[in-house]
């Protein structure tokens, strides 16, 4: 079975600089990989996904992630992080086979500072 | 279009109580899912609907949850007895192709249950 570890549970970063938010999976062959955002109080949302061909993708509100398959990687980054991008941010990987259930991180708490 | 709505958005019940929360998914989607997601955690899927049939329920504590999609369109999830180990957001969400885990998934703003 999938999983999926996002190795920091909170991140601080000021506004205006560049970020990064890790995620490592483990699945046997290239699975399915998203990232989705949750604001306080509401639900998630899609952020970006890969699913094949282009190892760097693009997504909503200036976010990127870089598919790796030598790192088992999905990495997700923004060049320059505004105050409203303060959210959780959850990876999740889905199994290109069978009927299994997409599997999400713990996820990570973005804070933002002036 | 409208997004998926649930209610309601706040429940503080006492142990051994009974709960329903209520889920409308977008206008046509096909697939429907129930999520837990334990303060802490990431969502975790508790049953997954393809219209009116059941796809996966798997992780569904089946002694306390029961879940019910009428007419493929709007969901009920149920817990009775709740425990404390209940408390978390419920979240539903639904996708427009039915069972295509490529699908993106649409989340409401979730059900807030506290268990006393």
């Known amino acids: 079975a999938q999983s999926v570890t996002q190795p920091d549970i909170h991140i601080t970063v000021s506004e205006g600089a560049s970020l990064e938010l890790r995620c490592n999976y483990s699945y046997g062959a290239t699975p399915y990989l998203f990232w989705y955002v949750q604001s306080p109080g509401q639900g998630l949302q899609l952020l970006l996904k890969?699913?094949?061909?282009?190892?760097l993708v693009q997504g909503i509100k200036g976010f990127e992630a870089e598919f790796k398959r030598s790192q088992s990687s999905f990495n997700l980054r923004k060049p320059s992080v505004h105050w409203s991008d303060a959210a959780e941010y959850f990876c999740a990987v889905g199994a290109r086979s069978g009927n299994t259930p997409l599997v999400f991180g713990k996820g990570t708490r973005l804070s933002v500072i002036a | 279009e409208a997004g998926v709505a649930q209610s309601p958005r706040y429940k503080i019940i006492e142990k051994r109580q009974s709960v329903a929360f209520w889920c409308n998914p977008i206008s046509g989607h096909a697939t429907l899912y129930w999520y837990q997601q334990i303060l802490g955690q990431g969502p975790k899927l508790l049953i997954q609907f393809q219209n009116n049939g059941v796809v996966d329920d798997s992780q569904l504590p089946k002694d306390r949850f029961s879940a019910e999609r009428l007419k493929g369109v709007d969901s009920t999830l149920k817990i009775q007895p709740a425990k404390l180990e209940d408390s978390a957001v419920y979240l539903c969400?639904?996708?427009?192709?039915?069972?295509?885990?490529?699908?993106?998934?649409?989340f409401g703003p979730g059900t807030r249950l506290l268990v006393l």
């Open positions: 969400a639904s996708s427009l192709i039915a069972g295509a885990i490529s699908e993106t998934q649409y």
């Open positions: 890969y699913f094949s061909g282009d190892t």
